[in-house]
């Protein structure tokens, strides 16, 4: 028999909504995120799973074994707040100073464990195993690399890996599915510029290091415009910029850095290429140096075909009434990509906000809050996508 999950979920509403709220008001950074852990840690052990802590530092995995054998799915979740003063005033507010859930990771929680608690209900009918990753760090995209390290990809392998992020960018009602690379690399780059310092009213007997930073930043915006492909897309941010104490007093170097962001391997050696390019180049002409940092902290998030094709067509038969759509793409980064890089997946967004109540600012905003209906949703669809490789009958 069939296995409506949207009104098992619809079920779990308040208990989604107030397990939100709870994390919600007690965010924790990246690393540091012991307290959800240990909650996290507790849930899964109460419904019968096999649970490891400390994995990749503070990541929880819990293992759901079914009665018969067959895949393993990989099921993954993030657990960071950002370091962001929370401006709502709302009774869930984020009763931590500088601290807030302003992505959705309080939600992406609160869901993953609806969805542990309806598939553990099916254990005897589970076909497999589903392996639930509850992953650190994603805001400074170190976490998932870190589990991968302490081999949460390993005893058991995962054939397949599935996740969702809410998403303020869509409606509630709206789930995209996206072909293909959905999310942008994540690079960051530091540039110090080595110089001569000096007296301000004597710059003829220095080599400014701010000019040269001044210059150098100046130029890198040529990078997107005039050596990416126009059919092809980048980004590139300088984020800060250090240099100086005095207001007549030249430094003797300048520290300046930011992000880029690409979505083809090709664009991003490109990218990183002419970075060092520009610095070097442009230094050298202004009788300075340039030492040039730059790292891949994610590769692009690309989705596989037949994944979402399998969840497209379980997603119209549990929720006919939702809207589907193909291409959702940002800019932004996730280092869910790192699992996908390794194992076919999908990683689709849930739409989460609703404008007529003003939840719809945007993520890492202070005003960040998204539509709870979006959480029993996120539930229904994300079990009935785990529910394709594991209770195919249901």
């Known amino acids: 028999m069939a296995i409506d999950w949207l009104a098992h979920a619809q079920a ?12 919600h008001q007690q965010p924790e950074l ?11 840690a507790a849930e899964l052990s109460a419904l019968g799973l096999e649970v490891q802590t400390g994995i990749g530092k503070t990541g929880v995995v819990g293992l759901l074994e079914g009665a018969q054998d067959g895949v393993t799915v990989l099921v993954r979740c993030d657990m960071d707040a950002l370091p962001i003063h929370e401006a709502n005033a709302t009774e869930y507010s ?19 464990l609806g969805v542990a608690k309806l598939l553990a209900a099916q254990r005897e009918r589970l076909a497999g195993r589903v392996k639930f990753v509850f992953q650190p760090a994603e805001e400074i995209a170190a976490g998932a690399n870190a589990m991968i390290a302490d081999g949460v990809l390993e005893a058991p392998a995962p054939q397949v890996a599935l996740g969702l992020h809410l ?17 942008a690399s994540a690079n960051d780059f530091t540039i110090t510029v080595h110089g001569k310092g000096g007296h301000g009213a004597l710059p003829d007997e220095t080599r400014d290091p701010i000019f040269a930073a001044a210059q150098i930043i100046t130029a890198l915006q040529s990078v997107v415009s005039r050596n990416v492909s126009g059919l092809d897309t980048a980004v590139l941010s300088v984020c800060y910029i250090h240099g100086g104490d005095a207001h007549n007093v030249i430094p003797s170097e300048v520290t300046f850095g930011g992000t880029f962001r690409t979505y083809q391997p090709a664009t991003n050696e490109l990218v990183t290429r002419r970075l060092h390019e520009i610095a070097d180049g442009v ?14 902290l994610a590769p692009a998030l690309s989705n596989d075909a037949q994944v979402n094709a399998r969840l497209r067509a379980a997603f119209k038969r549990v929720a006919p009434e939702l809207t589907l759509i193909d291409d959702a793409r940002t800019m932004a980064s996730e280092d869910m990509a790192c699992f996908l890089e390794r194992v076919p997946g999908t990683y689709f967004f849930v739409g989460s ?16 809050d998204f539509d709870e209906d979006a959480l029993p949703l996120g539930v229904g669809l994300l079990a009935a996508a785990v529910a394709e490789y ?4 249901a």
């Open 12 to 23: 779990l509403r308040a208990e989604l909504v107030a397990r939100r709220r709870d994390l």
């Open 30 to 40: 990246a690393f540091e995120e012991l307290r959800t852990a240990s909650i996290v």
């Open 94 to 112: 984020s009763q931590v100073p500088n601290k807030m859930h302003a992505c959705g990771h309080d939600g992406h929680v609160a869901i993953s």
């Open 167 to 183: 998403w303020n960018s869509l409606p509630v009602g709206t789930v995209s599915v996206t072909e293909g690379a959905a999310m």
């Open 283 to 296: 230094a050298a002409a202004l009788g300075c140096t340039a030492d040039v940092r730059a790292r891949l």
């Open 353 to 368: 906000a609703n404008h007529a109540r003003g939840l719809d600012f945007p993520h890492h905003h202070p005003r960040f």
């Open 390 to 393: 594991v209770l195919p009958s």
